[in-house]
T-cell receptor, first 114, second 112 residues
Framework: DTAVSQTPKYLVTQMGNDKSIKCEQN?????MYWYKQDSKKFLKIMFS???????INETVPNRFSPKSPDKAHLNLHINSLELGDSAVYFC?????????????FGSGTRLTVV | TQLLEQSPQFLSIQEGENLTVYCNSS?????LQWYRQEPGEGPVLLVT?????EVKKLKRLTFQFGDARKDSSLHITAAQTGDTGLYLC????????????FGRGTSLIVHP
């Protein structure tokens, strides 16, 4: 069983389109996250949800909108895609948002905007 | 913004060699994690260190947290081809933020 699963694995789309990435975790964790990994492998936090509530919203364009229907799911919707949005997006979860929380990451969604 | 510097950025060695990867910051962290990421996969947690001076061992991997909790090192003994991957350190708890800040990683290639 995959602990944190993301779909799709690969996403190629044209500029201006709207797309969504889905994430589900079966670990019973309370907190979920979206990270963006750029071409230089730098992982940067985008959003964090604790039990369906947004608790972290780093400086990302408002074209990115997370949505958590329940604590096991955290989806990411992106409007009006731009070339610079091309990256690998990782979903992760942890038991609590406490310091030192051990993250479990999904295998990533490689988004390519052409 | 916390900044974690990892060195070296790239490392290419032969099987059987030893290596050390460093993770440095000017910030004090409550905890520091090391992850390994393989191509096409997400990072996988290797270890969490929380006490200054702490040393943890995971088979051939030795992790140390600096006394001042600003830096950490990862030492691999007798590297194997299976150790190939991107090693990421992440520090949390600095400035009241529990969200880990990641370093840019060390890309390790172990040749047979």
């Amino acid at each position: 069983d995959t602990a944190v699963s993301q779909t799709p694995k690969y996403l190629v789309t044209q500029m201006g389109n709207d797309k969504s990435i889905k994430c589900e975790q079966n670990l019973g964790h309370d907190t979920m996250y979206w990270y963006k990994q750029d071409s230089k492998k730098f992982l940067k936090i985008m959003f964090s949800y604790n039990n369906k509530e947004l608790i972290i919203n780093e400086t990302v364009p408002n074209r990115f909108s997370p949505k958590s229907p329940d604590k096991a799911h955290l989806n990411l919707h992106i409007n009006s895609l731009e070339l610079g949005d091309s990256a690998v997006y990782f979903c992760a979860s942890s038991q609590t948002p406490a310091t030192g929380g051990d993250y479990t990451f999904g295998s990533g969604t490689r988004l390519t905007v052409v | 913004t916390q900044l974690l510097e990892q060195s070296p950025q790239f490392l290419s060695i032969q099987e059987g060699e030893n290596l050390t990867v460093y993770c440095n910051s000017s910030s004090v962290f409550s905890s520091l994690q090391w992850y390994r990421q393989e191509p096409g996969e997400g990072p996988v947690l290797l270890v969490t260190v929380v006490t200054g001076g702490e040393v943890k061992k995971l088979k051939r991997l030795t992790f140390q947290f600096g006394d001042a909790r600003k830096d950490s090192s990862l030492h691999i003994t007798a590297a194997q081809t299976g150790d190939t991957g991107l090693y990421l350190c992440a520090g949390a708890g600095s400035g009241g933020s529990y969200i880990p800040t990641f370093g840019r990683g060390t890309s390790l290639i172990v040749h047979p």
